[in-house]
């Protein structure tokens, strides 16, 4: 048990970080409003879950214009979904 205990990343143990990347390894990419839409988060609160996965080097993003608007699409990197996965599998395995 300790074993699995120890495959659990501490990055995925806020709901909010486990729903970005929830999110983010099912869709291509999701843009900073829809994921707060979806996680119904504040913009301060969604920011700093993102910055926080950004220094992990779990997503990166892409900032773009739209219509003179500022957008920025993030996406789960190869390393996030591998580590996004592991955890996922760790969880799966104590519930057994």
């Known amino acids: 048990m300790k074993e699995l205990l120890n495959k659990l990343d501490k990055?995925?143990?806020n709901?909010?970080?486990?729903?970005?990347m929830s999110a983010l390894?099912?869709?291509?990419h999701l843009d900073f409003n829809a994921l707060k839409d979806l996680l119904g988060v504040t913009d301060g609160n969604l920011a700093s879950h993102l910055k926080s996965l950004e220094k992990s080097k779990y997503i990166t993003y892409e900032k773009e214009f739209?219509?003179?608007k500022p957008n920025t699409k993030?996406?789960?990197t190869q390393?996030?979904?591998?580590?996004f996965r592991n955890h996922i599998n760790a969880i799966e395995q104590l519930l057994k």
Not at 15 to 20: A, D, K, M, T, Y
Not at 79 to 83: D, I, L, N, R
Request: hydrophobic share 50%; aromatic share 12%.
């Open 25 to 28: 390894v099912v869709n291509d």
């Open 66 to 68: 739209q219509d003179r």
């Open 15 to 20: 709901r909010v970080r486990l729903g970005i």
């Open 74 to 76: 993030y996406f789960a």
């Open 79 to 83: 390393a996030g979904k591998v580590a």
């Open 11 to 13: 990055a995925f143990e």
